[in-house]
């Protein structure tokens, strides 16, 4: 049972919910398309994205351009010990803006690197997800595309 003063609160973040997750989508669905392109990328995990194996199916079953807030993907490099620097040096290129947190859902953008928190579940040493927030969406792509521009050779 919640308390009273979880319910209220609960309540109060219920009447905003619809704004905040269409924020979200939007930003998320602007970072895929960019981050796609960019050379440092394996590939990109996002069902907006056509590229995605699900995206026809996902456009059956989500609204237009509500394809969620979470992006997944992976950092090229030659091996694993490669892909575990790149992925490490993002993380820390966006410490002190985005949250290191292995969980994800909330209205500011968290990153979670996949093989650190599953180990040997998924073995993917340059995969990180991020759960992208309701940010500036300007603000949030120069900082993510920063990162990934600290990661070309």
Not at 30 to 50: N, T
Not at 98 to 121: F, M
Request: net charge negative.
């Amino acid at each position: 049972m919640l308390s009273p003063d979880d319910a209220y609160r609960l309540g109060t973040q219920l009447k905003t919910f619809r704004l905040r997750f269409e924020r979200q989508c939007r930003n998320a669905e602007k970072l895929a398309i960019k981050m796609e392109k960019h050379p440092v990328m394996e590939r990109v995990l996002y069902p907006g994205l056509k590229s995605h194996a699900s995206h026809n199916m996902a456009k059956t079953l989500f609204e237009i351009n509500m394809w969620g807030a979470m992006i997944t993907f992976e950092l090229v490099g030659r091996n694993d010990e490669e892909k575990r620097n790149k992925r490490d040096l993002f993380i820390e290129v966006l410490s002190e803006r985005i949250n290191l947190i292995p969980s994800l859902g909330d209205t500011e953008s968290i990153l979670l690197p996949v093989e650190p928190v599953w180990g040997d579940k998924y073995p993917l040493p340059g995969m990180i997800r991020l759960s992208v927030g309701v940010e500036e969406p300007e603000e949030l792509l120069q900082l993510i595309m920063e990162a990934l521009n600290k990661l070309v050779e």
